[in-house]
């Protein structure tokens, strides 16, 4: 039986070390906070908002944060998605109030007029590029003010999305990524941040299990037919046959960053006609669906 390599006790988690509750705590948060150094993600002084969803990654995030000593809130996006996301709002609304993290909620609903469920209903959308598409532009929305948007991406998810890119040749895409990403000279875009960046999803499970996070291991009824679902299943399946798969990928990606960051940006920046937010199309995606949505509805 395996014991904790700082002394000896049973250990709660096995990666490239066994480690007890108490010194997987401490090994975790300090983690965290080298990554946030290391990358250079928030200052001492910002004051930042956590895109949260009442999930293990963001809610992890979110406490080491306020632990740390940075001045934080949350920013939760409703997307409307009947029987999911109602159920890990309630829990995120019990954890800030406990914590006494200021909460702002902004939902699809109240911003273009539809839940998602209702666009999906009235246009034959795949369900996450809608969805992504109208998050990302709300959360960016809603972050202005902040110095900061930090989002709970942790090491798998940038695996996935590094081959995700891979597998369809995106190189201009995979060059967003990262730790620190959105770094555009334009105020109408809020730098992203991810503190959980070289933290795995293991990981995170077992910290949030350890503080004893009220988290509902439901998942998005949509998220079965991602193309990012495929590839978390095979990341899976190879990590179980050769650990350390995934943090390879991340390290090679890593490695790379600095010449995909020198490569120029395909197109301009421009504004978009309808709403003024940055947009590389002279319509952005959110005012495409929302008005498409509106024509259906209509
Ligand atoms: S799984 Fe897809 S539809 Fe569900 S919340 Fe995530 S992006 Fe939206
Ligand atoms: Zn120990
Ligand atoms: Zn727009």
Redesign the pocket.
Known sequence: MPECVYCGQKPVIITERAMCRKHFVRYFEEKVRRTIKRFGLIGRKEKVVVAASGGKDSTTVLYILKKLGYEVEALAIN?G?HG??DATLKDLTEFCAQNKIKLNIVSYKDYFGFT?DELLQKKNLH??MA??IL?RYLLNKASQGYDKLVTGHNLDDEAQSIMMNMTKANVSLMARLGPKTGQIDDARFTPRVKPLYLCSEKEVATYSYLQGFQIKFT?????AQ?FRAHIRDMLNELEAKTPGTKLGIVHSFLKLMPSLKQMPVAKEMNYCAECGEPSGKSVCGACSIAKAATQVVD
């Open positions: 997307e998605i999911y996301r998602l369900p996450c969805c992504g998050r998942e998005c009824p949509n998220a991602s």
